[in-house]
């Protein structure tokens, strides 16, 4: 079978099953698991579906997200294996903005292990992590969201105005060529302001973020400075990194 009529079968199984492991597709298909793997990875590529560790399943539709606990379960391996490097790349001293996100929880949990940061964030569960590791914590007021357990609306945004930070670090619901997207068009909001506040822009994301798409645009790929992922960009959003010359930072997973 060749890889393109293997490719679209897949594509068909998961429409049917929403959610299948490598193991199974190597078995329905009696090929190898590192075949079916690079059938998945040029599927993720694309945009077609979302790799995980040990398999794949469908992308969501582009208008809307799962809960933010439901979401703290999925691709949390390599959350973790993100938010390990992303810390890595700061200094005591620095200054950093960070949005509400359960890739950007995770980084701040990975905080913990420097001193003398200050932080900027309009998530309360981010700014309690902080703050119980020592680190100077200013929290961003505005209408309080129960599920993300955040801050947003013009309040939230008049308030981020009145900061400079060195850094803002932000997740996204969707990264493809045409930039950083997401879901919520208040956060959204609070994304680009953040950005717009800070010197230098590190995006934060797992490998299911790449070639998606979602309702709002955040930032064209040229505003990035850094892309924290845990496996190399490929296809069309790894040529379009390159353009905009990004900085993409492979974060090792185990």
Sequence with gaps: MRPQERRQRILELLRQRERLSVETLASAFSTS???IRRDLTALAGEGLVNKFHGGA????SGEWENAFDTRMHE????????ARAAARLFSPGDSLMIDTGTT???FAQELARLERLTVITNSVAIASTVSEAGHRTFMIGGEYHL????NLGALALEQIRRFNAEHAVLTVGALGVD?????????TEVARTMADQARY?????????LGRRALFPVLPLSRIDRLVVDRPPQGAIGEALEQA???VVVAALG
Excluded: F, N, Q, W
């Design 201 to 209: 822009l590190t995006v934060i994301a797992d490998g299911s973020k």
């Design 245 to 247: 010359r990004v900085e």
């Design 179 to 187: 930039g950083a997207m997401d879901y919520s068009i208040e956060e």
């Design 104 to 106: 950007t929880l995770a």
């Design 75 to 82: 691709h949390a391996s390599e959350k973790r294996a993100v």
């Design 33 to 35: 698991h590192e075949t």
């Design 147 to 150: 599920d993300a357990g955040e």
């Design 57 to 60: 399943s469908l992308p969501p």
